[in-house]
T-cell receptor, first 117, second 109 residues
Framework: GAGVSQSPRYKVAKRGQDVALRCDPI?????LFWYQQALGQGPEFLTY????????KSGLPSDRFFAERPEGSVSTLKIQRTQQEDSAVYLC???????????????FGPGTRLTVT | DAKTTQPNSMESNEEEPVHLPCNHS???????IHWYRQLPSQGPEYVIH???SNVNNRMASLAIAEDRKSSTLILHRATLRDAAVYYC??????????FGRGTQLTVWP
């Protein structure tokens, strides 16, 4: 079946522009995560949705970052007034995990590479 | 704070076993140990996870120390396709994963 897809795969933005990154999770997956991966580093958690509810946004680095998942499937990560330090790969992952019990594998998309010039 | 310690890099020859170590000395009793790997220009890929007992799947084995303060990911026969960054991840909150910098595995033909 189809995995997690992300679009665009590459995005170049001029400093100050707004960008929107899309994630299509695996159908039926309840949980959706966004991570940011700087060059040479491991991914860092940004935010988490369970269905349409954003249960954890503690990893968002500033109020310029905003994520939504209005119908509990597709999610969009928006970055306003982009800065050079926002340049990174943005990864989306989905999981069938419900609640906090147990542990379930996360399926990652290929990421969107954002370059801010 | 990833709260795990891994070597920055390791090397192996093709078709030889690889043992990737991870220290997680502050692990709590309910924290799972997860391993993911990331090939170049791809998102991370799940490898294996465990809590107390050793675990095996088609990709690898996970050996967990009796005190749970360390674990080892075992690739039984390395292939060139196994060259990747391997992340050892301790526990998760609401499913979120805390990645560190991982171990870069190089496999030589």
């Amino acid at each position: 079946g189809a995995g997690v897809s992300q679009s665009p795969r590459y995005k170049v933005a001029k400093r100050g522009q707004d960008v929107a990154l899309r994630c299509d999770p695996i159908s039926g997956h309840v949980s959706l995560f966004w991570y940011q991966q700087a060059l040479g580093q491991g991914p860092e958690f940004l935010t988490y949705f369970q269905n349409e509810a954003q249960l954890d946004k503690s990893g968002l680095p500033s109020d310029r970052f905003f994520a939504e998942r209005p119908e509990g499937s597709v999610s969009t990560l928006k970055i306003q007034r982009t800065q050079q330090e926002d340049s990174a790969v943005y990864l989306c992952a989905s999981s069938s995990q419900r609640g906090t019990g147990g542990t379930y594998e996360q399926y990652f998309g290929p990421g969107t590479r954002l370059t801010v010039t | 704070d990833a709260k795990t310690t891994q070597p920055n890099s390791m090397e192996s020859n093709e078709e030889e076993p690889v043992h990737l170590p991870c220290n997680h000395s502050t692990i709590s009793g309910t924290d799972y140990i997860h391993w993911y790997r990331q090939l170049p220009s791809q998102g991370p890929e799940y490898v294996i996870h465990g809590l107390t007992s050793n675990v095996n799947n088609r990709m690898a084995s996970l050996a967990i120390a009796e005190d749970r303060k360390s674990s080892t990911l075992i690739l039984h026969r390395a292939t060139l396709r196994d060259a990747a960054v391997y992340y050892c991840i301790r526990g998760s909150t609401l499913g979120r994963l805390y990645f560190g910098r991982g171990t870069q595995l190089t496999v030589w033909p």
